[in-house]
């Protein structure tokens, strides 16, 4: 049951300004009605026999090539899961599995990797400056008994590209029995994954960071690539990745990928002018805020910044209490704050680090609602300030 809070929000809904994309996108509305189906009258099992199972699984069959065809792989090399967190498990605990040795990454990798690769007693090296994984560190961590290393393809905080290609260079250098892992989930909506895919094994994504539903991902296993299943059924997805199918989710996340792909280009050149509208006047009119990333290093939808001298949680409340959603990663540990383990990796200083601000734009984001953010932000800003010591 919805309560008469959580009903006020669904109303109010459309006057909000929606700047947390890295956190979760809007669905697209293709992506919608191309579900439906699936959630009424075509709710047949595509692992059956019958004509009615058959037909279903010749469109979880059809969403695959589309996937495929985004991604630069085989249509026998993609496994649909449950989400972003499970395919980056499913690469790192099943190498682990299947393999043994010891997963390496960097300490700026989502949760979804880092506790893995921590969980199994692996290493975490550093990070350079950008939040991306430091080339030098990862060949001294590698070594004859490593089985997978994992490089994420766009940091989820600060928004920093890593480039595979060096990382592959590095890893087939010094490791070469190794998997390459890449969490691509930031990736789709910025970075053309024809060009990641070449150099990795295994990579993952999940369809609500690109305009489709929760709850539905994507782990490409390159052919020859073994990994332990993490579920162990009816062996679907060819012994893959057990379970029945959310044939909805499926074709969901094969409309929006492909339409994320259709339209990246026209869409990065409009929000980066959004992107660097935003940032370059708050640089202009508040005086000690630091751009995290250098945007070359970085994708178009992103802005990262870091107040000195300011608590992100209250930059937060204000900005909610105008109905600007946005996020920050700082964390409350023992009662007292703490910077997000990304800028914390990065080095950031820890009286910028405590004021970080993520800003993440996307399909839905308007010039209006940037203009809107931007004169609240200031006064928001100043406002603290004024009554900070
Ligand atoms: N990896 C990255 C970089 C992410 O940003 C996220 C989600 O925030 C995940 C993994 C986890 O994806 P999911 O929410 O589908 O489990």
């Known amino acids: 049951m919805l309560g008469p809070d959580t009903l006020a929000v669904v109303q109010d809904h459309a006057s909000l300004t929606y700047l947390d994309h890295a956190a979760t996108t809007p669905m697209r509305a293709d992506a919608v009605n191309a579900m439906l189906p699936f959630l009424t009258e075509r709710f047949a099992n595509p692992s059956g026999s ?106 989820n905080e600060v928004g920093s590209i890593t480039s595979l290609k060096a990382v592959a260079t590095v890893v087939r250098e010094h490791a070469p029995q190794a998997l390459l892992h890449t969490d691509a989930v930031q990736a789709p909506c910025w970075i053309d994954l024809r060009s990641i895919s070449p150099h990795v094994d295994l990579l993952a994504l999940s369809a609500h960071k690109f305009g489709g539903p929760k709850g539905v991902g994507v782990l490409m296993v390159r052919k020859g690539t073994v990994v332990e299943p993490l579920l162990q059924g009816g062996g679907q997805e060819r012994d893959r990745r057990s379970g029945t199918h959310n044939v909805a989710g499926i074709v969901a996340l094969a409309e929006a990928l492909r339409l994320t792909d259709l339209e990246r280009a026209t869409e990065i050149s409009r929000l980066e002018k959004l992107r660097n509208r935003l940032v370059d006047q708050l640089l202009m009119q508040l005086d000690d805020v630091i751009e995290t990333v250098p945007r070359d290093r970085k994708v178009a939808g992103s802005a990262h910044v870091c107040f000195a001298d300011i608590e992100s949680e209250a930059l937060l409340y204000f900005l909610d209490e105008v109905g600007i959603c946005a996020s920050a990663a700082s964390a409350c540990a023992s009662g007292a704050m703490e910077p997000s383990h990304v800028l914390a990796a990065m080095g950031v200083e820890r009286r910028f680090a405590l004021g970080a601000l993520r800003l993440s734009l996307g399909q839905t984001t308007t010039a209006k609602e940037i203009d809107y953010a931007l004169t609240h932000l200031v006064a928001i800003v100043r406002r603290l300030r004024g009554v900070a010591p």
Not at 117 to 131: F, I, K, L, P, Q
């Open 50 to 155: 019958h004509r009615f199972a058959r037909s279903i699984r010749q469109v979880v069959d059809e969403a695959r090539d589309v996937v495929a065809d985004v991604i630069g792989c085989d249509a026998g090399e993609v496994v649909f899961t449950g989400c972003g967190t499970e395919s980056d498990n499913a690469a790192i605990v099943g190498t682990q599995r299947r393999h043994g040795g010891i997963a390496v990454c960097s300490q700026a990798e989502h949760h979804a990797v880092l506790n893995a690769v921590e969980h199994g007693g692996g290493r975490v090296v550093a990070t350079d400056s950008a939040g991306s994984i430091d080339l030098h560190h990862l060949a001294r961590a590698l070594s004859d008994d490593v089985s997978i290393v994992s490089a994420m393809a766009v940091n």
